[in-house]
């Protein structure tokens, strides 16, 4: 796991820069997951649970916060054994077999006890993925499929609530930029009508979730969707007479959809605004069409 703390001069990275890796992501978690599994995790895990007071024990109480965390996250008989130690990264964990797994926490911790939760979760999130054997090739991409499930899966807003930028300096843990974790969080509000807002103690966090807010709005408003605005509307018609001019074939780079031939004639290729997963539907007006992987039911207007 990543931990970024600069100084004046070199600020975080904000944007969206792993949005592909991230909607990839949570296609990948929603095809490996049920959504009846999913709903399992449709509250987060509390601020209460995860609070870490200056005068607590450092070691207990990381022992006590990982212990929650591993609940929260439905992990079976995982005991965590939580360790300090200098090291570049915030923290690392070393995935076996199990039932034990140790985890190492970057020695500034000591110091820095709000955001041990932040930490723990990350790397708890590791194990669970092991578990479910969901992985990403290469490390970058790896870590932002954990940053993503930490924060769909109910603890990433810890995460987020770990940024935090001033005149002088500058923190964030994890890959994600601070406005993909408000993304993330954004698609886990829609899906479960949760408003993470109220547990923000970071001035930072607010705005970088409802910048990723905006965003996921826009996914749901994008044609052949019927909720599309005027302007999307009358280009998708364009493109979809274009399509017709060229077999019924047509796509364009900065576009959602795009149109190919099939047997019974032309179909639309688009992104299911809850997983993303691409959904294959005949060009034919007015539709109502089932997402498989997440059980969305959308409303279209091919």
Not at 125 to 154: K, M, Q, S, W
Not at 171 to 193: C, I, N
Request: net charge positive; with cysteine.
């Amino acid at each position: 796991m990543t931990h970024e703390r600069t100084a004046k001069g070199s600020p975080v990275v904000h944007g969206y820069p792993h949005l592909d890796t991230v909607r990839a992501a949570l296609t990948a978690l929603h095809k490996r997951l049920s959504p009846e599994a999913l709903r399992a995790y449709a509250t987060s895990v509390l601020p209460a649970d995860v609070a870490f007071a200056d005068t607590d024990d450092l070691h207990l109480g990381a022992q006590r916060v990982a212990h929650a965390l591993v609940q929260h996250l439905r992990l079976p008989d995982a005991r965590m054994i939580v360790g300090f130690r200098e090291m570049r990264h915030a923290a690392s964990v070393e995935l076996a077999a199990g039932p034990e797994y140790f985890i190492e926490l970057n020695d500034r911790f000591r110091e820095h006890r709000r955001d041990i939760g932040a930490a723990l979760a990350h790397e708890i999130t590791h194990v669970l993925l092991h578990r479910l054997g969901l992985d990403f090739p290469g490390t970058r991409d790896n870590e932002i499929l954990t940053d993503t499930a930490t924060t769909y899966l109910g603890a990433g807003w810890l995460l987020l609530d770990a940024f935090r930028e001033s005149a002088l300096t500058s923190q964030k843990l994890g890959y994600l930029t601070p406005e993909e974790f408000g993304y993330v969080l954004a698609k886990r509000a829609a899906l479960f009508g949760e408003d993470p807002a109220p547990w923000f103690t970071s001035p930072q966090a607010y705005p970088a979730y409802t910048a990723g807010l905006a965003l996921a709005r826009e996914d749901a408003r994008r044609p052949p969707l019927a909720a599309a605005g005027w302007a999307g509307r009358r280009r998708y018609a364009k493109d979809r007479r274009r399509a017709a001019g060229r077999g019924g074939t047509w796509s364009a780079p900065d576009a959602p959809y795009a149109f190919e031939a099939g047997p019974d004639g032309p179909r639309v290729t688009f992104p299911c605004p809850t997983c993303h997963q691409r959904i294959r539907v005949g060009v034919r007006g007015p539709v109502r069409v089932r997402c498989a992987p997440c059980g969305s039911v959308l409303e279209c207007d091919t």
